[in-house]
């Protein structure tokens, strides 16, 4: 999975909602758009005007709990690695189409 790659929550509280991967952070995790979202307590800042509250943030989620969202057949699919011209492309398992069209 890479930046901004269209992804499907399969497992957890979330499945079923879609997103786009925002961040790649350490241990296998992920942050979703949209995906995940936890309530944080926030303290406010008077001297950077942020207001204090409670306020919605998107959760890092394990990658082992999405796959790529495949537009083509509306679906999670799997994702192979072939070689076109010398070069390394991810392709669709289901269709063959590739990943990054």
Do not use: C
Not at 71 to 90: F, L, P, Q
């Amino acid at each position: 999975m890479r930046k901004e790659d269209e992804v499907i929550v399969i497992a957890g509280r979330d499945k079923g909602k879609r997103g786009a991967i925002v961040e790649i952070l350490a241990n296998d995790r992920v942050v979703v758009s949209g995906v995940n979202l936890v309530k944080k307590h926030q303290r406010g800042n008077p001297q950077s005007g942020e207001r204090g509250g409670i306020v919605d943030r998107e959760a890092p989620i394990h990658r082992s709990n999405l796959a790529i969202y495949n537009d083509s057949t509306d679906t999670a699919d799997r994702v192979g690695i072939r070689t076109d011209d010398g070069k390394k492309v991810r392709v669709f398992k289901s269709d063959g189409r590739l990943v990054d069209e």
